[in-house]
């Protein structure tokens, strides 16, 4: 009896079960590349495109291709970009009319001041224009009551019988009243 026939076999079971391990190892490499390609690939465009959302490029859009969880979250991310931009839309659009409104504030404030700048100086002449007639009127009228007056006290030494010394009296006290009166008067016009 032989051996050799049995050990043949025996190397030809050996390489026909290494021929096929080394078919299913590669198989099983090639089948698992496959599928990490499927799963990888799609995450690491979510990935770039998230952080292109995140620099604020909302035009970034991913393309729904990918089944399953994956395929709901690039959807996910499509909707979300779209109401990030739509909300930040209506937020220019509200800082628009907010600047709009505030510069026809402003505006306003400052066709208010240029009005009011107009209606300070125009009081301010007419207070000058006050005080010079105050200033006027203050001399004109105090002169002639101090001449009243004056020639009243020299009437008053003069030879007078009693009814004039009562008249020059009258004249006096009535000129002295009065030029306290429009001294008042001119005091309170000042003030």
Do not use: C
């Not at 909302?58 to 399953?68: A, C, E, F, K, Q």
Request: charge should be neutral.
């Amino acid at each position: 009896l032989s051996s050799l026939s049995t050990r043949i076999q025996q190397l030809d079971s050996l390489i026909k079960g290494l021929l096929i391990m080394a078919s299913g190892l590669v198989f099983t490499v090639l089948l698992a590349t496959r599928i990490s390609r499927s799963v990888v690939e799609p995450i690491q465009k979510l990935t770039h495109a998230t952080s292109q959302i995140a620099q604020g490029k909302l035009n970034t859009r991913i393309s729904v291709d990918t089944g399953g969880e994956i395929g709901q979250l690039e959807a996910g991310i499509n909707r979300m970009v779209d109401e990030i931009r739509t909300a930040r839309e209506d937020l220019q659009i509200q800082i628009d009319k907010a600047t709009r409104k505030l510069q026809k504030a402003l505006d306003d404030l400052e066709i208010q001041n240029i009005e009011l700048d107009l209606a300070r100086n125009r009081a301010l002449s007419a207070s000058r224009i006050k005080s010079e007639f105050l200033a006027n009127m203050s001399h004109e009228i105090r002169t002639p009551m101090n001449g009243v007056l004056g020639f009243a006290e020299l009437l008053d030494k003069t030879a007078l019988d009693n009814q004039q010394r009562d008249y020059v009296y009258t004249i006096r006290n009535s000129a002295s009243n009065l030029l306290t009166i429009i001294n008042d008067i001119l005091d309170f016009s000042k003030i």
